[in-house]
T-cell receptor, first 115, second 112 residues
Framework: DTAVSQTPKYLVTQMGNDKSIKCEQN?????MYWYKQDSKKFLKIMFS???????INETVPNRFSPKSPDKAHLNLHINSLELGDSAVYFC??????????????FGEGSRLTVL | TQLLEQSPQFLSIQEGENLTVYCNSS?????LQWYRQEPGEGPVLLVT?????EVKKLKRLTFQFGDARKDSSLHITAAQPGDTGLYLC????????????FGTGTRLQVTL
């Protein structure tokens, strides 16, 4: 069984559309994250949730809205998609908060292409 | 400029060669991790270092955390094609809450 699973793996859509990426972890972790990896492979944190509560919200446009219905799920909804949103989005989870040297377990990524 | 700069950005070597990847910052980190990412997959943790000057070994990989906890290095001995991938350092800044900041990445290719 995949520890951190994201769907869909690939997403191709037109500018202006709204799309969602789902993430589930079966590791029993309390903390989940969304990261964005750009074309230069730079990984940047977007959001972090601990026990369904938002604890990190980096300077991400309001068009991005995370939702955590329970601690095993963290979904990402994106409104009014723009060309610059094209990237690979990674979901991750950890048993401990990063400040406690928690190891991050990543999903396989969701490649979003906005045309 | 990024908080954690890695060098080199790209490295192409032959099997059997040794190499070192550097991760540098002007900031102090409470801990530092190294991940390897293969194409089409998410990063996988290799090691975590927490003490200044700490050295950890993982088979042919040797990781070192700088004395001042501002930098780290990854040394690979006798590289193999299976070592090919994107190597990422990631650190938690002292005094920040739960934010793991990733480095700029080093893409390594090992050929036969």
């Amino acid at each position: 069984d995949t520890a951190v699973s994201q769907t869909p793996k690939y997403l191709v859509t037109q500018m202006g559309n709204d799309k969602s990426i789902k993430c589930e972890q079966n590791l029993g972790h309390d903390t989940m994250y969304w990261y964005k990896q750009d074309s230069k492979k730079f990984l940047k944190i977007m959001f972090s949730y601990n026990n369904k509560e938002l604890i990190i919200n980096e300077t991400v446009p309001n068009r991005f809205s995370p939702k955590s219905p329970d601690k095993a799920h963290l979904n990402l909804h994106i409104n009014s998609l723009e060309l610059g949103d094209s990237a690979v989005y990674f979901c991750a989870s950890s048993a401990q908060l990063a400040e406690d040297t928690g190891e991050l377990f990543f999903g396989e990524g969701s490649r979003l292409t906005v045309l | 400029t990024q908080l954690l700069e890695q060098s080199p950005q790209f490295l192409s070597i032959q099997e059997g060669e040794n190499l070192t990847v550097y991760c540098n910052s002007s900031s102090v980190f409470s801990s530092l991790q190294w991940y390897r990412q293969e194409p089409g997959e998410g990063p996988v943790l290799l090691v975590t270092v927490v003490t200044g000057g700490e050295v950890k070994k993982l088979k042919r990989l040797t990781f070192q955390f700088g004395d001042a906890r501002k930098d780290s290095s990854l040394h690979i001995t006798a590289a193999q094609p299976g070592d090919t991938g994107l190597y990422l350092c990631a650190g938690v800044l002292t005094g920040t809450a739960s934010k793991l900041t990733f480095g700029t990445g080093t893409r390594l290719q090992v050929t036969l």
